[in-house]
């Protein structure tokens, strides 16, 4: 078993999982939220009138200091959680057939991966809790993890893993169903700035090759600028959107970091997350 992480430049370009070409094309947008709000049993609100409509193919970052009530979003996007205010539409699959269970993506903040089971028994989960791994269902793992770059390191165990790698288990277990929303909470606010640039790629790469929704929580107005084709910027608690702006940088994004227009943008986002954190509502 090799130790290194391999991080090949093209990993998630080459990945082999497919999309319809033009799917979504005049489609209703795949969420839309109307007054969300969330209060907790415990009293706590920790979201207040939140409307935001995502299109298909969209690369929307949340972006909101901590507590703000991100995560409690994501959840309540992803089914896991009930507004307690408002009402919470995604639109799956097509229209007049019922969406395929899978359709949704969520990679948490933490990796997540049981210990005892090895890199592919982690990334086939989904297809074990729906009680389905035929041959097909094996060759998607495999495509997902050669999609991560993770091609050969299928019968490793969680602890032989870099942070990064264990992070793209995680990530392929999310793709392994081909989903039309991917949620992500954080995935690389753990990780070294080198694995988290590397995994950033990566994931722009599997975005312009394969146009899933992505709905990606972030604290870094940097990381939003770079990956994004819009970013909704939040309030504190109770969380409400203050800011919503379109990031108009060209794909590829290669060399972006440096670019003068990227600069720009990063000061706008900036300035627009200083005044959200002056919206504080009761
Ligand atoms: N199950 C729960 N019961 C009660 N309060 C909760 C629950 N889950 C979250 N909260 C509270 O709701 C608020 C928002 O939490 P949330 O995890 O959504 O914030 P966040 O924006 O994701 O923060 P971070 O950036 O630190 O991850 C916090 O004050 C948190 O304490
Ligand atoms: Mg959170």
Redo the contacts with the bound molecule.
């Keep these: 078993m090799a130790a290194a992480d391999p991080h090949p430049a093209s990993a998630i370009a080459s990945a082999t999982l497919s999309r319809n070409a033009g799917e979504g094309l005049g489609a209703p947008p795949i969420v839309e939220l109307h007054g969300v709000g969330k209060r907790?049993a415990?009293g706590?609100k920790?979201l207040d009138g939140i409307d935001l409509t995502v299109a298909r193919g969209e690369f929307l970052s949340l972006l909101?200091p901590?507590?703000?009530?991100?995560?409690?979003l994501l959840r309540i996007i992803a089914g896991l959680s009930e507004p307690s205010r408002g009402t919470c539409q995604v639109s799956l699959g097509e229209p007049d057939k019922p969406a395929p269970s899978g359709r949704i993506g969520f990679v948490f903040q933490d990796p997540t991966l049981m210990p005892w089971s090895t890199v592919a028994a982690n990334a086939e989960l989904p297809f074990r809790i729906a009680g389905r791994v035929r041959s097909e269902e094996r060759d998607r793992v495999a495509a997902a993890l050669r999609a991560v770059g993770l091609a050969g390191f299928e019968r490793a165990y969680p602890h032989q893993l870099s942070g990064g790698m264990r992070m793209r288990v995680s990530i392929a277990r999310a793709l392994v169903t081909d989903p039309e929303l991917l949620l992500l909470d954080?995935p690389f606010a753990a990780l070294d700035e080198i694995t988290r640039f590397a995994l950033n790629d990566d994931l722009l790469r599997l975005w312009e090759t394969r146009q899933p929704t992505v709905l990606f929580v972030t604290?870094s107005v940097f990381e939003s600028v770079y990956l994004s084709t819009r970013i909704a910027v939040m309030s504190p608690?109770p969380?409400h959107i203050v800011a919503d702006l379109p990031v108009n940088l060209p794909h590829p994004r290669t060399g972006t970091r440096t670019s003068p227009a990227y600069a720009a943008i990063c000061e706008t986002v900036s300035r627009a997350l200083g005044t959200a954190m002056t919206d504080i509502r009761a």
């Design positions: 907790f415990s706590l920790a909101g901590s507590g703000c009530g991100k995560s409690t954080e604290h608690r969380g």
